[in-house]
């Protein structure tokens, strides 16, 4: 079975800097993963699919990249309504395999 | 503008069935297009894929409840369900509903999520 691992479990960070979140699969994984904000009390919302590509309506200060095992989830310019968990996803057509998440909040 | 929006009890007693349902506005189940998903995520915990239905009536879900899993869909209530027995405390958790894309397949509309709390 695929396993997803995140680092790191959580940062803080100030206003304005460059977050950078990192998600690791067991095995290639091709480009079949996906990014989510989890807010308290709000939908959750899909980031980023498939690696790289923005979902319509989220600011371009997000960004994905990677393949195969390695992928990265990138806020460039931290904002204060950022303050989340994130979660990574591998997806295929008949499951889908969460990672363990990644709690953000401001210093 | 599409909406999904979970609704059941909050508290079911162990040993018995939790029942969920999950309305969506703005579209139709009905398309072949999409899956209907449900996932939880316990307090504490990340997120945990449950299974989801396709209009075809086609489930695929998750190995580690399967036993214990049924989602149906009523496409006259615009509506899919979620069944799960046998609970236990393990199962206390806040449970979403999502709509799944297909290829590349992601999930694009969630609800709001409704927690459900397993206690006697």
């Known amino acids: 079975d695929i396993q997803m691992t995140q680092s790191p479990s959580s940062l803080s960070a100030s206003v304005g800097d460059r977050v950078t979140i990192t998600c690791r699969a067991s095995q290639n994984i091709n480009v079949f993963l996906n990014w989510y904000q989890l807010q308290p009390g709000k939908a959750p919302k899909l980031l980023i699919y498939a690696a790289s590509s923005l979902q319509s309506g989220v600011p371009s200060r997000f960004s994905g990249s990677g393949s195969g095992t390695d992928f990265t989830l990138t806020i460039s310019s931290l904002q204060p309504e950022d303050i989340a968990v994130y979660f990574c996803q591998h997806s295929s057509s008949s499951s889908f395999i969460f990672g363990p998440g990644t709690k953000v909040d401001i210093k | 503008q599409v909406q999904l929006q979970e609704s059941g009890p909050g508290l079911v007693k162990p040993s018995q069935t939790l029942s969920l349902t999950c309305t969506f506005s703005?579209?139709?189940?009905?398309?072949?297009?999409?899956?209907w998903n449900w996932i939880r995520q316990p307090a504490g915990k990340g997120l945990e894929w449950i299974g989801h239905?396709?209009?075809?009536?086609?489930?695929s879900y998750n190995a580690s409840l399967k036993s214990r899993v049924t989602i149906s869909a009523d496409t006259s209530k615009n509506q899919f369900s979620l069944r799960l027995t046998s609970v236990t405390a393990a199962d206390t958790a806040v449970y979403y509903c999502?709509?799944?894309?297909?290829?590349?397949?992601?999930?694009?509309?969630w609800g709001k999520g409704t927690s459900v709390t397993v206690s006697s």
């Open positions: 999502a709509r799944g894309f297909p290829y590349p397949w992601y999930m694009d509309v």
């Open positions: 703005g579209g139709s189940i009905t398309s072949a297009t999409y899956s």
């Open positions: 239905i396709y209009a075809s009536g086609r489930t």
